[in-house]
């Protein structure tokens, strides 16, 4: 036999007569080191099988001559324990358990404060879902700019803001309309006006130069003298105007 497999591995692996029995010594070893954690393993979880079908056994043998001897005076703690056994299906129906919660109520969730959109800054906005502190802070530097919002529709101005997020906005803060903060036409200067977002600078240079070539203006209405102003512009501007 061993001269068969030294013939063997001579022929097909080209080892030596020292080689070839240096191998046969070696790869029985290889063989048993490669089996001998798998057979460790498996007494091991055969022996812990076997002690937790004992312990199985013990515990429903002392379960039952529990049960026999005490049928009526088996506490509460062994009821939750045996549900099954005791004919119970819920262990939370016990009206010991059940009475702990007798007058307690569910505690209210609290709501926040209720503000008018007028009443906030870039902060507060930020409570919104999707407002941001850039979005915020444009929100509110361009309602400062105008001296106030007098239609809801504004908010559609500021750069970045959709509908679903202005309603989204006035959900939370509700509209309310308030006194804007107006621009004295007879007395503003040209820094004040060409500032509010509604007027550019060249129109407000226009503007003030009517104002010092035919003087004090009667009334809103006299910009309209001024060929290149329309109805249309002015309507948009004039609830931020006044004498």
């Known amino acids: 036999m061993w001269d068969f497999f030294h013939s063997f591995l001579r022929r097909y692996f080209g080892f030596s007569k020292r080689e070839s029995r240096g191998f046969l010594f070696v790869f029985p070893s290889l063989l048993i080191m490669y089996f001998v954690p798998y057979g460790i393993s498996y007494w091991i979880d055969a022996g812990r099988t076997d002690a937790y079908r004992n312990y199985l056994e013990e515990a429903e043998i002392w379960e039952r001559e529990m049960l026999a001897n005490e049928p009526e005076t088996l506490s509460k703690e062994s009821k939750v324990l045996y549900p ?14 059940q009475s702990k919660f007798k007058g307690y109520t569910k505690p209210n969730k609290p709501t926040l404060n209720t503000l008018g959109f007028h009443e906030t800054d870039s902060l507060v906005l930020q409570v919104v879902s999707g407002v941001g502190p850039v979005i915020a802070g444009r929100i509110i530097k361009y309602r400062d700019n105008l001296g106030g919002f007098f239609s809801p529709s504004q908010m559609l101005e500021v750069y970045g803001v959709e509908e679903s997020l202005a309603e989204k906005i006035y959900q939370t803060f509700p509209f309310e309309p308030v006194p804007l903060k107006k621009l004295k036409l007879n007395s503003v200067s040209l820094k004040e006006l060409a500032a509010h977002p509604y007027v550019k600078y060249g129109e407000a240079k226009v503007i003030l130069a009517y104002r010092e070539q035919h003087g004090a203006l009667q009334g809103v209405e006299d910009l309209l003298k001024i060929k290149i102003f329309n109805e249309e512009w002015l309507a948009r501007l004039q609830p931020y105007l006044e004498l």
């Open 84 to 97: 099954k056994e005791m004919g119970e299906t819920n262990v939370f129906q016990d009206s010991t358990t």
